[in-house]
C-alpha cells in the first residue's frame, strides 16, 4: 500500500482545546498547521471536563476571533463562596482584584475551536490510528498516521507539537526530561444532575466529612462532585447515598440546602500533579495536559493549555515569519513559570479544602485557622482571587 505524503508548517497530534487553539492562532498569524486527532469529534464533545475559564482565556477566545458565544452562553461569575464550619464566605473576585472568571464548560470551548476551525478552512482530522512522530530533531519531523479508512499518510512539516493530552505518547519522545509528580490521596467523585442551580456562584466547601464543590452547567443542569477515596466504586453510590453525603457536607447554621435532582452521571476522578521539563526537544514542543497536569481544585488545567500555546504561537510566528530561531529557546521557562505558579495554587487551594484521614486534632484546627486567615483578610482574599481569575501573563 503507498502512503501518502503531505507538507505543513507546524503538525499538531491532538485536537483537544490546546491542538486546536494552537492551529487557529497560527492561522490568524499566516502560518499552516495540520492537527490529527485519535478521537472522533462526537467522542470529545461527550466527555465531561472542568468548566471555569480566567479572564484572559475569555479574551483570547473572543480577541483572536474563534468566538463570542462564551459572553452570550457563558456566565460571569464574580466570586466563589468558601464555605467551612457551615457557614460561607464570598470571595468577591470584582471587589478585590477586579476580575471575573466564567462559567463555560471545556466541551463549548471545543465546539466553537472546533467550528472555527472549519470555518477558516483548517486542516483537522479525527480519528486516526497508528500515530508516531519521526526525525524530530531534524528540520523535517512528521507525523505517521492511518486516517479512519485505513489510508496511511506521512506528513512533514517545520515544527511538531504534541498536544495529546494526559496520556500522551509524544512526550516520550523528549529525551533527556525531568518529571515531576505530586500524589494526592484522595479523588473526586463526580455528577451530573438535572436540578437548578443551588447557589449563584461556585461553592468550595470544607466539611469534617471533607471536601466538597458545587459547580454549574445550565439552569437546569449541575455540577458537583465531593472528596472521595481513589478505589471508591460509583456502583456503592445509590442517588439517595450521593445527595445525602453531599447535602451534610454543605449543611450549616444557615439551613443551606442544595436542590436535588436525577443524576445522569457519576464518576471517580483520580488526580495527580505533574510537570516534564524541558517542553521542548528538538523541533518537538508539548502543550498542556501533555506537558502537566494540576489538581481540578484550582480549575487551572484547561486556562494553562490555552496559556501555553498562546505563547508557543508567538513564539512560532517569530520563528517561522521572521526567522528567529532563539524565540523557541525561551518556550519552557516561559511557559512553565505560569505553570509552576499554578502547581501551587492548586495544591495550596487543594490541601486547603481536603481532609485527611490520619489527620490529628490540631491538624483540623490548623486547617480551619487558615481558612480564616484567607476569609478575614483582605490580603488573603486578595491573594485567592488573584490566583483564581489567573495572572497577568
Ligand atoms: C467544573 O465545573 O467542572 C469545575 C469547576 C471548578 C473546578 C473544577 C471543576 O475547580
Redesign the pocket.
Known amino acids: 500500500m503507498t502512503r501518502r505524503l503531505g507538507r505543513t508548517q507546524v503538525g499538531i497530534v491532538g485536537g483537544g482545546p490546546a491542538g486546536l487553539m494552537l492551529s487557529h492562532l497560527l492561522h490568524v498569524a499566516g502560518i499552516e498547521s495540520v492537527v490529527i486527532e485519535i478521537r472522533s469529534h462526537d467522542e470529545i464533545e461527550q466527555t465531561p471536563r ?3 475559564l480566567e479572564r484572559d482565556s475569555v479574551r483570547l477566545l473572543v480577541d483572536s476571533g474563534v468566538s463570542d458565544r462564551v459572553l452570550r452562553d457563558g456566565h460571569e461569575h464574580q466570586g466563589i463562596d468558601l464555605r467551612f464550619g457551615g457557614v460561607s464566605h464570598r470571595i468577591d473576585f470584582q471587589g478585590l482584584v477586579g476580575a471575573s472568571t466564567w462559567l463555560y464548560p471545556q466541551t463549548d470551548v471545543f465546539l466553537d475551536l472546533a467550528a472555527a476551525r472549519a470555518r477558516d478552512g483548517g486542516d483537522v482530522r479525527y480519528s486516526v490510528v497508528d500515530t508516531q512522530i519521526v526525525d524530530i530533531t531534524t528540520d523535517r519531523p512528521g507525523m505517521l498516521f492511518s486516517d479512519a479508512d485505513g489510508v496511511e499518510h506521512e506528513i512533514r512539516c517545520d515544527v511538531l507539537v504534541g498536544a495529546d493530552g494526559s496520556h500522551s505518547m509524544t512526550r516520550s519522545a523528549v529525551a533527556g526530561r525531568r518529571e515531576y509528580f505530586g500524589q494526592y490521596p484522595y479523588a473526586w467523585f463526580g455528577i451530573l444532575c438535572e436540578a437548578p442551580p443551588s447557589n449563584d456562584v ?1 461553592i468550595y466547601t470544607r466539611s469534617d466529612r471533607g471536601f466538597a ?1 458545587i ?2 452547567r445550565t439552569e437546569s443542569v449541575q ?1 458537583m ?1 465531593f472528596q472521595c477515596s481513589p478505589e471508591e466504586s460509583v456502583d456503592d453510590w445509590s442517588e439517595d447515598r450521593i445527595w445525602s453525603e453531599l447535602q451534610s457536607r454543605l449543611a450549616g447554621a444557615d439551613g443551606f440546602a442544595l436542590q436535588e435532582g436525577r443524576i445522569f452521571s457519576k464518576s471517580v476522578l483520580p488526580f495527580r500533579s505533574y510537570v516534564c521539563e524541558p517542553i521542548r526537544h528538538g523541533n518537538l514542543f508539548l502543550a498542556g495536559d501533555a506537558a502537566h497536569t494540576v489538581p ?4 487551572k488545567g484547561l486556562n494553562l493549555a490555552l496559556a501555553d500555546v498562546r505563547v508557543l504561537a508567538e513564539l512560532l510566528e517569530r520563528a517561522v515569519l521572521k526567522k528567529d530561531d532563539s524565540a523557541l529557546d525561551t518556550y519552557t521557562e516561559r511557559a512553565l513559570s505560569r505553570v509552576w505558579k499554578a502547581q501551587y495554587f492548586s495544591t495550596w487551594l487543594t490541601t486547603l479544602l481536603h481532609t485527611l484521614p490520619g489527620a490529628s486534632d490540631f491538624d483540623v484546627r490548623r486547617q480551619l485557622a487558615e481558612l480564616s486567615a484567607v476569609v478575614d483578610s483582605e490580603h488573603g482574599a486578595a491573594f485567592l482571587a488573584e490566583s483564581y481569575t489567573g495572572w497577568p501573563s
Open positions: 472542568a468548566g471555569i461556585l464543590l459547580s454549574q455540577r462532585y481540578p481544585t484550582g480549575a
